[in-house]
């Protein structure tokens, strides 16, 4: 492993605030900058080493990263250390952030509004002010899971160019 340039650490130090922004551990988040960061897969050892962190907190990290599907582990001949990795393409990692976000939060969401107008359909007109509210938020995530579930099926070249198109995109729609 190399050693930890200002650029690294400047980008590992932000990559890690900006983590805890988004409700990830900030270690998970710093060892996920400094494995983008290296161009060969690196041993628990290194990470510690590394980052100046608990070698139980790597741990703990590395299997926080891996149940969200941003780890790749390999082993090389002759060396009994596993050897993490992770995606080198931004629009591959953010797609598999975005599908485990979705089936984190926003899946569990949408099966508790169904829920709660079954249970408020049970209440036969009772309430027809929160009947509405619910139904709303459910025609909401509705429309908001078809429009990311048509977005998510397009291939990432075919997503960088829509990125690209921006406001070219937003003239079309305009009436």
Same mark, same amino acid.
């Given at each position: 492993m190399t050693k930890l340039t200002k650029v690294h650490r400047k980008f590992i130090l932000h990559?890690? &605030?900006?983590g805890t922004r988004w409700g990830i551990n900030r270690t998970v988040a710093q060892i996920h900058a400094l494995l983008y960061l290296q161009p060969e897969a690196l041993?628990? &050892?290194e990470i510690t080493k590394a980052l100046s962190v608990a070698r139980s907190n790597v741990s703990?990290?590395?299997k926080e990263?891996?149940?969200w599907g941003l780890l790749t582990t390999e082993q090389k001949l002759g060396d009994r250390k596993e050897t993490y990795?992770?995606?080198e393409d931004p629009w591959e990692m953010f797609r598999i952030i975005a599908n485990e976000r979705k089936r984190r939060e926003m899946d569990p969401t949408l099966s508790l509004l169904e829920d709660c107008l079954a249970e408020q359909k049970k209440l036969r007109g009772q309430e027809p002010f929160v009947q509405k509210r619910l139904s709303d938020m459910k025609d909401f995530f509705d429309n908001v899971f078809d429009s990311y579930e048509r977005l998510n099926k397009l291939p990432t070249p075919t997503l960088r160019k829509l990125a690209k198109m921006g406001d070219?995109?937003?003239k079309l729609l305009r009436v």
């Open positions: 990559w890690g &605030e900006m041993h628990a &050892e703990n990290s590395l990263l891996k149940s990795s992770t995606h070219k995109l937003l």
